[in-house]
């Protein structure tokens, strides 16, 4: 019994879908804010010539306006040009963050549209249950992770100035244009390098979340069981909706009996009824069929009812394995058959 309580399974696709649903899905943020410090950072990289030419234009407009008396009309179209100025320059960067933001997250769980997760729950505002998620393990990892990135990123940002403080004398040598080169160089280095540490911290963050996220949603045999019943049906039930169909089934059978022009037997454990309407069927059908008990039980009815009974064990086995309620005979037992049902005609006058 302990068993069937442990949560030992892997989850099931359905619970996975029903997290899904709810909002419940492994997304490691460090990977999706590695994603938007590249895009940012080369976007800032080769954006920067394109913001260096709107300054320049943003300064000479500026500059017309320099011992301009101020009015209502060149308020208003100082702050139409710079909001128009500002909207140019920022645009383009915010629009590729969301763009980058909507990839780093589509690329890890896919795309995913529900409002559950911002809706407002009660429990959240539980005292007891705030103190429990402050103080909980997940809580506690996420702190130490945060702690070894800080210290980390530092270590590697304090190395890397350090080698550049080293290269400060040379300096004094170059010409200004070579000194802007060099702060270029070395703050793309020092960019690239941080972002090369944020990617080790978002891949092993990533790999982290997926395995926590199938650890929270592990199941015990016993749930496993409970969604078996809720999504295929009660075993139990079902089983007893078959043989209620199976009954149903017998009972049309049997009432078809009475319509038959012969039953054929082997004697005792077999029994097949045939009918031949010449206006309907383009060949005998089999309308009933059955062994043992069902085999006495179509006999019965049918000499209730003056169906002729014919002895043919070879026939009635081969009918009973090979066709089924409701179907012609194949041809291979035409012959068959039509002796029989013309000894039946005889034996009635109908021929």
């Known amino acids: 019994m302990a068993d069937d309580l442990e949560k030992t399974e892997e989850p099931t696709p359905k619970k996975i879908e029903d997290a899904r649903k709810e909002g419940n899905i492994a997304k490691s943020q460090d990977l999706s804010g590695f994603v938007v410090l590249m895009v940012a950072s080369i976007v800032l990289i080769f954006y920067l010539k394109y913001i260096i030419f709107y300054l320049e234009d943003i300064f000479k407009f500026y500059s017309f306006f320099i011992g301009v008396e101020l009015t209502k009309s060149t308020v208003f179209l100082l702050i139409v040009k710079t909001s128009f100025y500002v909207f140019v320059l920022l645009a383009p960067i915010f629009i590729a963050l969301i763009i ?50 800080t210290f980390i990123a530092f270590l590697v940002g304090f190395a890397l100035f350090y080698q550049f403080l080293k290269e400060l004398p040379k300096l004094e040598l170059m010409s200004f244009f070579e000194q802007l080169k060099w702060f270029s160089d070395k703050a793309a280095i020092l960019i690239f390098s941080m972002l090369g540490v944020f990617f080790v911290f978002g891949l092993i963050d990533f790999i982290y979340q997926k395995y926590s ?127 029989v049902l013309a000894y039946v005609y005889r034996a009635k006058g109908r021929v």
């Not at 769980?109 to 997760?117: A, V």
């Not at 705030?130 to 070894?148: A, D, H, M, N, Q």
């Not at 049997?254 to 454990?269: G, L, M, R, S």
């Open 213 to 339: 996220y199938k650890k929270s949603l592990r199941m015990s045999k016993q749930e496993i069981k409970d969604e078996f019943k809720q999504t295929e049906g009660n075993p139990e039930i079902k089983v007893k909706i078959r043989q209620l169909q199976r009954e149903m089934a017998k009972k049309r059978m049997i009432a078809e009996v009475p319509k038959a022009d012969v039953v054929i037997t082997n004697p005792t454990h077999y029994a097949v009824a045939i009918r031949y309407d010449k206006t309907k069927d383009e060949a005998p059908r089999v309308i009933a069929k059955g062994v043992d008990n069902l085999a006495l039980k179509i006999k019965e009815i049918a000499r209730e009812h003056g169906v002729m009974i014919v002895e043919n064990p070879p026939l009635a086995r081969e009918l009973y394995k090979s066709v089924d309620i409701d179907e012609v005979i194949p041809p291979k037992l035409y012959k068959a058959v039509a002796e």
């Open 100 to 149: 980058a933001g909507i990839i780093a997250n589509v690329s890890q769980f896919g795309f995913l549209f529900t409002i559950k997760p911002i809706l407002p729950k009660f429990d959240k505002i539980n005292f007891v249950k705030g103190l429990k998620r402050i103080f909980s393990v997940k809580t506690l990892v996420e702190g130490i992770k945060t702690t070894l990135k």
